[in-house]
T-cell receptor
Framework: EAGVAQSPRYKIIEKRQSVAFWCNPI?????LYWYQQILGQGPKLLIQ????????DSQLPKDRFSAERLKGVDSTLKIQPAKLEDSAVYLC????????????FGPGTRLTVT | KQEVTQIPAALSVPEGENLVLNCSFT??????LQWFRQDPGKGLTSLLL?????REQTSGRLNASLDKSSGRSTLYIAASQPGDSATYLC??????????FGKGTHLIIQP
């Protein structure tokens, strides 16, 4: 079974530029998550999708971050404009559903904003 | 708001020792608790998942326990090996939310 795929793996941009990350979850997984992991911290949930609907985006900085999951499969996370403090690893995870189901993580995208 | 604390923040032990990593959480209303391993520059690898109705889970040299009422979990690693060196993260899941993570324990096993 293929795991969660993410691209790109690394990205370096200047502040005020825009960037987009892509995630392809495990086939059949209805729930998809985006997490932000700043160096030395545990991951923090940014947004959770159930199929193509948003379940929780309370910690997403909506003035600069946006995410979508068209057709309930792949998802993209966008930052525009980027700030220095957005430098982090962005992790995508998926699960069969909410609640008791295990989450599986992708390899992450390491973003550096200079 | 759920908070997860992991102790110790860092640990260095000689190869072959048995060790215990601790995790505590403030809200006992959880669906489950997961232990992850993270190698430098890599994503998260799930080690063990304990549902709220379970007391422990075992996989090879790893054993995780859960005491939901006291808000505690431990990860026991038997006969540690240099390949066990990594950061270990504890995370809890409550309601319809995603996971709430601790900051992790950075483990070094000395050959």
């Amino acid at each position: 079974e293929a795991g969660v795929a993410q691209s790109p793996r690394y990205k370096i941009i200047e502040k005020r530029q825009s960037v987009a990350f892509w995630c392809n979850p495990i086939s059949g997984h209805a729930t998809l998550y985006w997490y932000q992991q700043i160096l030395g911290q545990g991951p923090k949930l940014l947004i959770q999708f159930q199929n193509n609907g948003v379940v929780d985006d309370s910690q997403l900085p909506k003035d600069r971050f946006s995410a979508e999951r068209l057709k309930g499969v792949d998802s993209t996370l966008k930052i525009q404009p980027a700030k220095l403090e957005d430098s982090a690893v962005y992790l995508c995870a998926s699960s069969l559903g909410q609640g008791v189901y295990e989450q599986y993580f992708g390899p992450g995208t390491r973003l550096t904003v200079t | 708001k759920q908070e997860v604390t992991q102790i110790p923040a860092a640990l260095s032990v000689p190869e072959g020792e048995n060790l215990v990593l601790n995790c505590s959480f403030t809200d006992s209303a959880i669906y489950n608790l997961q232990w992850f391993r993270q190698d430098p520059g890599k994503g998260l690898t799930s080690l063990l998942l304990i549902q709220s109705s379970q007391r422990e889970q075992t996989s090879g040299r790893l054993n995780a326990s859960l005491d939901k009422s006291s808000g505690r979990s431990t990860l026991y690693i038997a006969a540690s090996q240099p390949g066990d060196s990594a950061t270990y993260l504890c995370a809890v899941r409550g309601g319809a939310d995603g996971l709430t993570f601790g900051k992790g324990t950075h483990l070094i096993i000395q050959p």
